[in-house]
């Protein structure tokens, strides 16, 4: 089993989220030990072409960037997706 490590740049986006967020977040990497492996729980993860070893994890209204490192998973940034609405623009 593989450990998850986090950067400095990531642990302070986890603490920007609201308290519901992060829990939500934290479930979501923690099962990102066992990735690719999981199969109890699909996650959304897709594979970048642009950046390497570079993955997203998708949970909820967020993206999770990580890398795998020596097959431990290494979460490098956490990005807020907005929706499109008449008010973006």
Same mark, same amino acid.
């Given at each position: 089993?593989?450990?998850?490590?986090? &950067?400095?740049?990531?642990?302070? /986006?986890?603490? $920007? =989220?609201?308290?519901?967020?992060?829990?939500?977040?934290?479930?979501?990497? #923690?099962?990102?030990?066992?990735?690719?492996? &999981?199969?109890?729980?699909?996650? /959304?993860?897709? $594979? =970048?072409?642009?950046?390497?070893?570079?993955?997203?994890?998708?949970?909820? #209204?967020?993206?999770?960037?990580?890398?795998?490192?020596?097959?431990?998973?290494?979460?490098?940034?956490?990005?807020?997706?907005?929706?499109?609405?008449?008010?973006?623009?």
């Amino acid at each position: 089993m593989a450990q998850v490590v986090w &950067t400095g740049k990531a642990v302070k /986006d986890l603490r $920007k =989220l609201p308290a519901n967020d992060q829990k939500a977040m934290q479930a979501s990497v #923690n099962s990102l030990e066992d990735y690719p492996a &999981t199969k109890s729980k699909p996650l /959304d993860v897709i $594979k =970048l072409t642009d950046r390497g070893s570079a993955y997203r994890l998708r949970v909820g #209204n967020y993206r999770v960037l990580f890398e795998l490192q020596k097959g431990e998973p290494v979460i490098i940034e956490i990005q807020r997706i907005l929706r499109c609405t008449s008010t973006t623009y």
